[in-house]
Every structure is written in structure tokens, then in C-alpha cells.
């Protein structure tokens, strides 16, 4: 799930325009015209909302443009760009920045693919069935990975990798729910195969892991936080 924060001052008069520039990038994404505001001097607002210049926007915490030299300032904040000096970050870094946040979520649903596949091969464990295994899997060019004492390691290791993913995601969007969730399923991946051989909690060890990565890449924008409208017009 990525969060977008808007950080503005009331006296500052780029507030507007900052807000339209998050609607043209939101827009253009074909995103929800969803984020969180937070005015500066506001005692509710977060502590960290106080080292940013007005108006600032951060996408998963981040700012999507870095001036350090303005932040923190009680003053409107300026931006460099093609046409010169301006009071907001463009609809383009913004857009950009988003585009960068969602790459990982990406990845978190592929790095499932392989340790969901590897744990449906079998352990090779009847010596009359390898002749048909052997053939089976030296077709597709991998038929060492039939005996368990490599089938084993290399489970652990793309387990590993998917709940490697899942926790960079979780911590960048500080939702562990899904990370949870992919522990239980690929401890149910290495009970079902390893422990009890049961093929029912194999399964559904691969379903449970297949979710969380799918939960964690899918939640993106169409679940952000909703707006905080400390003004009148925001949209909701």
C-alpha cells in the first residue's frame, strides 16, 4: 500500500496549486485522487511533518522532490525546474515517485512464484517412481532438484527471498499484517512437505504465502489513507 502526504502551511499560497498538481499525477496514473494532509502547525500532526517546508510531498514517507536547503523552513518552499523557480512540486515528480514506490510491490508478488512452485515438487523418497521423476524433471533440465537433500535447502532459500520481500514492503508501508500472514504460510510450506507430508497443509501453506505477497502487492493506491481535510474542497 503506498501513502501520499501532503505538508503545508495555512499562510502559504501554493497550497492550491500543490494540491492540483497531486490530481493531475493521480489522474494520469489512473489512481484515486486520495492523500493525507497534515498542516505543520497543527498539534495533531505527526512530529516528522515539522521538517518539511510547505507544501511538501512525501510518497511512502519520502519526499518526492529533496530540496535540503528549504526544509523545515517556516517560509514557502521553492522547487527548481525547467522553467525556473516554482512553489510546488511538478505533477511529474510526483508521478514518478509513485511509479518507483509500486516496483517493489511488484516484485513481492513474484518472489512468491518460485517457493510456492519449488515446494509442489516432490521429495523423491519411493526409488521406483525416480526412474519416472528423473525423466519427468531432466526433461525441463532440472533434475537434480528432485532429491530432498536439494529440494530442502532450496525451499528455504526462495521462502526466504518471498518473506524477505513481504518485510521490506511492511516496513516501508508499516503494515505487518501481510508479513504475518506469509510467515504462517511458509511455515504451513515447510510442515506440510518436510514434517507431516501432508499434502493438504502443503497447499494450503502455498495459497496462504500466494495471498500475502498478492495482498501486499495489490493493496497499492485504491487503498490509501484517507484524506485528513483540514480544508474545505479537499477530495475525499
Known sequence: MTTVELIFDDTCPN????????RTALTQLGLPLAWTEWRRDDPASPPYVRQYGSPTVLVDGRDVVRVPDTDGAACCRLYSGPDGMRGTPSSA???RAIAVSQAPNRRVALA???SAVLSLLPVVTCPSCWPGYAAILSSLGIGAIAEARVVLPLTFVFLAIALGSLAYTSRRTRKWL??????VGAAAIVIGK???TSDGVLYAGVAVLTTASLWSSVGRLSSLVPVHAFRKGVPT
Open 112 to 114: 512468491a512464484i518460485p
Open 194 to 196: 518436510f514434517a507431516i
Open 93 to 95: 515528480d510526483i508521478a
Open 15 to 22: 497550497v492550491e496549486p500543490a494540491r492540483e498538481q497531486l
Open 178 to 183: 501481510p508479513l504475518v500472514v506469509g510467515v
